[in-house]
């Protein structure tokens, strides 16, 4: 009989520390307890629908992506991240979590992945520290499917003007809701054909 997910941050962090710490090792996580970074990452469990796909940004080490695939059963990840390195750590992590049925890694940059069989597949798509604002609506916009939402990781005192009602409606999105460190995007309308922009040029030409 397969483990029952955990239903708390500590239960979780017992199941991914091992495989953070080893990531946090090869400076693929950022400093501080492993614990706590999941612990960020619980508010998504509310939040992230209990089945479908979910595609994470800029993966890194597997931060918060490996601790909310442990929690959530029903739902299938892909990992987007572009250095190599990182991408086959994120498919040996998954291996070794007992995940790979359920993680897919792409080794590319987040604006392929937009064109490509994922766009507008998503549930949900998360983002922590993958780019600002603008970058991280563009990439994450045509991966959502119609009322999929995308949780970006907010810092701790956000600017009133940092997710932009009107820039964020030529991508399809609109600001949703909150939760304790993450803010909704929610695809309102189809994200247009000409979005995400070549490689480098959402970073290069923000659009807000």
Do not use: N
């Amino acid at each position: 009989m397969a483990p029952e997910p955990p239903v708390t941050p500590a239960q979780a962090a017992d199941v991914v520390r091992d495989v953070l710490l080893e990531a946090q090792r090869r400076g693929f996580v950022g400093p501080g307890p492993v614990d706590a970074h999941v612990e960020h990452a619980w508010p998504l469990v509310a939040e992230l629908p209990a089945v479908g796909a979910v595609v994470d940004l800029g993966s890194g080490g597997g931060v918060p992506a490996l601790a909310l695939a442990v929690a959530l059963p029903g739902t299938a990840w892909v990992l987007v991240e572009a250095q190599q390195r990182r991408a086959r750590w994120l498919g040996d992590a998954a291996t070794m979590l007992g995940l790979e049925s359920r993680v897919t890694v792409l080794e590319e940059r987040a604006e392929v992945t937009g064109r490509g069989p994922w766009r507008g597949r998503a549930a949900a798509v998360v983002a922590r520290g993958f780019g600002p604002p603008a970058v991280t609506a563009e990439c994450a916009g045509p991966l959502l499917r119609m009322g999929g939402v995308c949780w970006v990781a907010e810092p701790p005192a956000p600017a009133p003007e940092r997710w932009p009602p009107d820039r964020l409606a030529a991508l399809g999105l609109a600001p949703s809701r909150r939760a304790p460190g993450w803010v909704g995007l929610e695809a309102v309308s189809e994200c247009p054909e000409r979005y995400p922009r070549r490689v480098g040029i959402p970073a290069k030409r923000p659009l807000f």
